[in-house]
T-cell receptor, first 112, second 111 residues
Framework: DTAVSQTPKYLVTQMGNDKSIKCEQN?????MYWYKQDSKKFLKIMFS???????INETVPNRFSPKSPDKAHLNLHINSLELGDSAVYFC???????????FGSGTRLTVV | GDSVTQMEGPVTLSEEAFLTINCTYT??????LFWYVQYPGEGLQLLLK?????DKGSNKGFEATYRKETTSFHLEKGSVQVSDSAVYFC??????????FGAGTTVTVRA
């Protein structure tokens, strides 16, 4: 009955590799998001999608490419991973922003 | 642009102490305001919210009042428990497909 689920929970990979993180929500929400949390816990929006359409791309490097096959899924593909990409990535969804967002449990990415 | 400023942590308290975490914001118009909580190793959970001036959000003994005149949304709890140890984030939304977060405040409650 998980509302927003992300896989994998942990990802350890070498520099230069390509990896993907998957996100699915079963809440029927129209909007999905990717956030990055750095080592100091600071959270920053990366992408917003509404009904599969990209709404926000917040100065994220081209190596990051989100894909939304349908409005219940928003995946994140990262090419040529760099050390600085190490962070926790959170997926979220919302129907009405005033009601708040529902977050997934996060994917801890470590690039070595 | 929009911004949220939170009281810096970490904050360490004893059980049953009073907790206040200050939050002020800068935004045009009338944003919605939120407090999210992140327990160790978990994602963020919505703790409470307020969508217009003078609204009070409350949940699990926590409260915060939307003060337009001081652009603030301070979080309070009268008697904390060890289980309240977490990182607390103040955030705002202007219905523009993103939440702007404060830097987070780490709270540790000791038995």
């Amino acid at each position: 009955d998980t509302a927003v689920s992300q896989t994998p929970k942990y990802l350890v990979t070498q520099m230069g590799n390509d990896k993907s993180i998957k996100c699915e929500q079963n809440l029927g929400h129209d909007t999905m998001y990717w956030y990055k949390q750095d080592s100091k816990k600071f959270l920053k929006i990366m992408f917003s999608y509404n009904n599969k359409e990209l709404i926000i791309n917040e100065t994220v490097p081209n190596r990051f490419s989100p894909k939304s096959p349908d409005k219940a899924h928003l995946n994140l593909h990262i090419n040529s991973l760099e050390l600085g990409d190490s962070a926790v990535y959170f997926c979220a969804s919302s129907q009405d922003e005033a009601s708040g967002y529902t977050f997934g449990s996060g994917t801890r990415l470590t690039v070595v | 642009g929009d911004s949220v400023t939170q009281m810096e942590g970490p904050v360490t308290l004893s059980e049953e102490a009073f907790l206040t975490i200050n939050c002020t914001y800068t935004a045009t118009g009338y944003p919605s305001l939120f407090w999210y909580v992140q327990y160790p190793g978990e994602g963020l959970q919505l703790l409470l919210k307020a969508t217009k001036a003078d609204d009070k959000g409350s949940n699990k003994g926590f409260e915060a009042t939307y003060r337009k005149e001081t652009t603030s949304f301070h979080l309070e709890k009268g008697s904390v428990q060890v289980s309240d140890s977490a990182v607390y984030f103040c955030a705002l939304s202007r219905n523009d497909y993103k939440l702007s977060f404060g830097a987070g405040t780490t709270v540790t409650v000791r038995a």
